[in-house]
C-alpha cells in the first residue's frame, strides 16, 4: 500500500486556503479509515482530522474545527483535507494514513511522505 500526499509545498498567507489530496495505492478494501496527522520540529505528531471509510462520520481536532474540512473520493482513493482561515500555527508537515486491512480504525499502519504547509503572518 503506498499513500501519496500532495498539495503542500508552498507558502500561504495567514487567513488563506490550501487543499491537501491524499492518494492511496495498493488497496484491495475499501472499509478503511483515512487520517491526516502533521508534525512540527520538537513536537509529537498529532491527528488533525480523519474520516471513516464511508464517509459519513469524521472527526476534528479542536484546534481546526470549522476551518478543516475532511472528505474522500473512493472513485479515484483519494482524500482529502480542505483548509480554510489558515493560521501561522498551522505550520507542520501533513501526513495521511491508514490502517491494514482488518485493523482497528484507529491503528494507523500506512503512512504517506509528508507535505509541508508553510503559513506566513
Known amino acids: 500500500v503506498q499513500l501519496v500526499e500532495s498539495g503542500g509545498g508552498g507558502l500561504v498567507q495567514a487567513g488563506g486556503s490550501l487543499r491537501l489530496s491524499c492518494t492511496a495505492s495498493?488497496?484491495?478494501?475499501?472499509?478503511?479509515?483515512t487520517g491526516w496527522f502533521r508534525q512540527t520540529l520538537g513536537k509529537e505528531r498529532e491527528i488533525v482530522a480523519a474520516?471513516?471509510?464511508?464517509?459519513?462520520?469524521?472527526w476534528y481536532t479542536d484546534s481546526v474545527k470549522g476551518r478543516f474540512t475532511i472528505s474522500r473520493d473512493d472513485a479515484k482513493n483519494t482524500v482529502y483535507l480542505q483548509m480554510d482561515n489558515l493560521k501561522p500555527e498551522d505550520t507542520a508537515v501533513y501526513y495521511c494514513?491508514?490502517?491494514?486491512?482488518?485493523?482497528?480504525?484507529?491503528?494507523?499502519?500506512?503512512w504517506g511522505q509528508g507535505t509541508l504547509v508553510t503559513v506566513s503572518s
Open positions: 494514513a491508514n490502517p491494514a486491512a482488518g485493523r482497528p480504525f484507529y491503528e494507523f499502519d500506512y
Open positions: 495498493g488497496r484491495t478494501d475499501r472499509t478503511y479509515t
Open positions: 474520516v471513516r471509510w464511508n464517509g459519513d462520520t469524521s
